[in-house]
């Protein structure tokens, strides 16, 4: 995990170091609405889960109306399936993430869209036994561990000041039955430029 992870945050703190004085730095938590995507995929549902973490927001225009933004972010993702009498098997996936995102600011108004990267730190399983329990699993053994995929969302922001927004999330690969999918619902808050 630290080969990988501390890259991402010397990459995300660089990206600090070369902003200028209208930089932003700002936190966010939401809720992701996670499943899984693809042709194999079959009796798979949602799952609500958490995400929140760090941003960097870097104008490109004197106005701010173009610019780049980074995020350090935990987002917990994965899936439910159906088992066996109508139980399930739900799986929860413990990523890093750090998309980065360009981003238009109409008057307010957010549009944005990017690649991301994501590393997976942990999994959880649980599944029925038969016996009415449930057998809890953990480890990341036999899954992808990097999860490359692309982000797009709208939002309103203030800056600085509170923001909030919707976005997709989709993934490139498929660390276990399918892609990740993941809608995420955010607010957040954009700290005085310095």
Known sequence: MRKTTIPLLLA????????????SLGFKAGANLATAAG???????DIITP??????????????????QSELLYSQKGYRLKYINNSYLTTRLHYID???????????????????VGYLVAANREQPTGLGEKQKLTGTDGLDRLDLGYLAGIGFQTAPGPNFGLRYNGGFTSPTIGRNSVFQLYVGYALPSR
């Open 98 to 116: 750090v998309p980065m995102l360009a981003r238009i600011n109409a008057d307010g108004f957010i549009f944005e869209a990017g690649p991301q």
């Open 39 to 45: 042709t194999n995929v079959s009796e798979v549902e």
């Open 12 to 23: 995300f703190v660089g990206l600090g170091g070369t902003a200028h004085a209208q930089a």
């Open 51 to 68: 995400h929140g973490g760090f941003t960097l927001n870097l104008p490109i225009t004197q106005d701010a109306t173009f610019s780049v």
